[in-house]
């Protein structure tokens, strides 16, 4: 079962373009950490979403929860090289939440 | 910035080997995990550790996985006998809390190739 949808699997964008990713589920979220990775290294924390309908931004990222708490968006404004990478989506699953469960992850490149 | 430090980055080992996947996870913290990611596949949980004892394991986490902390500061992952699909990268992570806030910090990640 694929509890975290994510598309578009890959983006290729140029430098300066805005991109947003989405993260969705069938199923309703107590919160959605997102994510990034780049290759050979582990997913670095960018953020928590909790309430539905929360919106957090961090520099020229904004992360959306959707208002059901099923679904997530990450928007890029102004994209840069350095934004490249894996995003990835994860929920509390399991246990006490005890334990996350990923998403395959939205492949970002950026074009200088 | 406190980090999960893990070591080695990269390991290599003959199959039916033994190996020790090594982490020193956030000090603060009381939840500890291993998680792996076979190549070019998702971030799977493999089992969470918490009061000195497996919390919740994963299927994958079958007898030929075991986990310890040995010390007040380390935590390991111990494959008995490695199999061929056992190569992934192997993250150690830790967090405070468990429920809807938790957030959950990652380690580097050791490569291991099992040949």
């Known amino acids: 079962t694929q509890l975290l949808e994510q598309s578009p699997q890959f983006l290729s964008i140029q430098e300066g373009e805005n991109l947003t990713v989405y993260c969705n589920s069938s199923s309703v979220f107590s919160s959605l950490q997102w994510y990034r990775q780049e290759p050979g290294e582990g997913p670095v924390l960018l953020v928590t979403v909790v309430t539905g309908g929360e919106v957090k931004k961090l520099k020229r990222l904004t992360f959306q929860f959707g208002d059901a708490r099923k679904d997530s968006s990450l928007h890029i404004t102004a994209a840069q090289p350095g934004d490249t990478g894996l995003y990835l989506c994860a929920r509390p699953r399991g246990y006490g939440n005890n334990r996350l469960a990923f998403g395959k992850g939205n492949q970002v490149v950026v074009i200088p | 910035e406190p980090e999960v430090t893990q070591t080695p980055s990269h390991q290599v080992t003959q199959m039916g080997q033994e190996v020790i996947l090594r982490c020193v996870p956030i000090s603060n913290h009381l939840y500890f995990y291993w998680y792996r990611q076979i190549l070019g596949q998702k971030v799977e949980f493999l089992v969470s550790?918490?009061?000195?004892?497996?919390?919740?394991k994963s299927e994958i986490f079958d007898d030929q996985f075991s986990v310890e902390r040995p010390d007040g500061s380390n935590f390991t992952l111990k494959i008995r006998s490695t199999k061929l699909e056992d190569s992934a990268m192997y993250f150690c992570a830790s967090s405070t809390l468990t429920g809807a806030k938790v957030e959950t910090f990652f380690g580097q990640g050791t490569r291991l190739t099992v040949v």
């Open positions: 550790f918490y009061n000195n004892e497996i919390s919740e």
